[in-house]
């Protein structure tokens, strides 16, 4: 039979083994995001000093915040007219409130 002395030391030691990869694991979570940062840096383009011309404006305006459309990727107008109701009737929100920017099949 195992002592109660015996189990509990099993018992820390392996909350010890535990909390040191824990304590290894967010170490290495911090070097990388730290390299990540130095690579997104370094490939940033660099910034242009030019000065921005004000765009002309547009003929119409958009039916939305989005102009009104929305891309359709491997789904035809009927599904993505369901899929459109199914959210709205699922949220509570009217359908005139909700913006979709995308539909894309899985």
Do not use: N, W, Y
Not at 16 to 22: M, Q, S, W
Not at 51 to 66: E, I, K, L, N, S
Not at 94 to 100: A, D, G, K, T
């Amino acid at each position: 039979m195992i002592s109660p002395v015996s189990a509990l030391l099993v018992a820390l030691s392996g909350m010890v083994i535990v909390f040191a990869v824990l304590a290894v694991l967010s170490g290495m979570i911090v070097v990388i995001s730290k390299v990540v940062a130095f690579f997104e840096k370094k490939t940033a383009a660099p910034a242009r000093e030019e000065p921005v011309q004000a765009a002309p404006a547009p003929a119409a305006a958009p039916a939305g915040p989005f102009g009104g459309e929305v891309a359709l990727i491997d789904v035809d107008e009927k599904t993505a007219a369901c899929v459109m109701a199914i959210v709205s009737h699922e949220t509570g929100i009217p359908l005139s409130e909700l913006v979709f920017k995308s539909i894309k099949a899985l």
